[in-house]
């Protein structure tokens, strides 16, 4: 009798046993974790993405201020090693084309000039039109310091047209802004030397940029005079060359830079390779 109460007893207590595990199977794993043990790798990480963010924009910053300087072989290197690290980046390629177009200016072959320039045909009237691929490439920049404040465009472009083999030399000059100017006219001064230029027909545009901000575009473009064209060769061989932009009631002043510089010098070459006639120098 008293074995059997014993197995019994045994019995008993294993169905207990058996039952507990079951029911500890079943519960959630992270039910029994009352204060789960924090992970130290996160505030890390966190830390790591802002303090990558904080980098990547001091980058953009610096590089923005190598361009701004001119000082493109470092501007090209630097714009490499970012690329390397924030292959995304949309300064980056920018700078780089941009810096690499600027060193090749050391060589003037003819060969070398047409590789920065672009041709386009427009095929309603037959005008074939050569461009610096410059053009346009500054205007997010803001690498044109005017005398009151940053210039968001490129005021001066020079460009030949082309028609029935005869090659034109055109200037274009564009005011950018929130606000009308009504520009009639334009100063430049290369080193000592004065240029002016009034008279002008300059033509109003619109458009809205990402902000919602209404941005104004007021342009003229003529045809170089003989006198233009003085102008021309004394800013692509100037250490200074300024230009201002005459309004009814305001003037705007801009720099003309190294950008300026090799853009003027290649269309004038391109333009005497393709047969015209610039005047001699005295």
Same mark, same amino acid.
């Given at each position: 009798m008293e074995n059997r109460e014993r197995r019994g007893k045994s019995v008993r207590n294993l169905w207990v046993l058996l039952g507990l595990l079951v029911l500890g199977g079943c519960q959630d794993p992270s039910a029994t974790v009352e204060n789960p043990a924090p992970d130290p790798y996160a505030s890390t990480a966190s830390a790591d993405i802002e303090q990558t963010k904080a980098e990547h924009e001091g980058d953009d910053e610096r590089l923005y201020a190598l361009m701004k300087n001119q000082d493109f072989s470092k501007a090209l290197d630097y714009a490499t090693r970012i690329n390397k690290r924030f292959p995304n980046d949309e300064l980056v390629p920018q700078a780089r084309y941009i810096s690499s177009l600027m060193l090749s200016g050391a060589a003037?072959?003819?060969?070398?000039?047409?590789?920065?320039?672009?041709?386009?045909?427009?095929?309603?009237?037959?005008?074939?039109?050569?461009?610096?691929?410059?053009r346009g490439l500054l205007q997010d920049m803001s690498l044109h310091m005017a005398d009151t404040d940053f210039y968001f465009g490129d005021p001066l472009n020079?460009?030949?047209?082309?028609?029935?083999?005869?090659?034109?030399?055109?200037?274009?000059?564009?005011?950018? %802004?929130?606000?009308? &100017?009504?520009?009639? #006219?334009?100063?430049?001064?290369? @080193?000592?030397?004065?240029?002016?230029?009034?008279? =002008?027909?300059?033509?109003?545009?619109?458009?809205?940029?990402?902000?919602?901000?209404?941005?104004?575009?007021?342009?003229?473009?003529?045809?170089?005079?003989?006198?233009?064209?003085?102008?021309?060769?004394?800013?692509?061989?100037? %250490?200074?060359?300024? &230009?201002?932009?005459? #309004?009814?009631?305001?003037?705007? @002043?801009?720099?003309?830079?190294?950008?300026?510089? =090799?853009?003027?010098?290649?269309?004038?070459?391109?333009?005497?390779?393709?047969?015209?006639?610039?005047?001699?120098?005295?």
């Open positions: 003037t072959t003819q060969s070398v000039v047409s590789d920065r320039i672009i041709e386009t045909t427009d095929k309603f009237t037959g005008v074939t039109f050569y461009n610096h691929k410059l020079v460009y030949v047209a082309a028609r029935d083999g005869t090659p034109h030399l055109c200037i274009e000059v564009t005011y950018t %802004s929130s606000a009308w &100017l009504f520009p009639n #006219g334009v100063i430049v001064l290369a @080193d000592n030397t004065r240029f002016e230029r009034y008279g =002008l027909d300059f033509i109003d545009q619109r458009s809205t940029i990402a902000d919602s901000d209404m941005r104004l575009s007021e342009k003229a473009h003529w045809e170089a005079t003989v006198r233009d064209v003085e102008m021309l060769q004394a800013i692509s061989s100037a %250490s200074l060359s300024q &230009l201002r932009i005459c #309004g009814r009631s305001d003037n705007r @002043d801009f720099y003309l830079t190294a950008y300026d510089k =090799l853009m003027v010098q290649d269309m004038l070459t391109t333009f005497t390779s393709l047969g015209g006639q610039l005047p001699k120098e005295n």
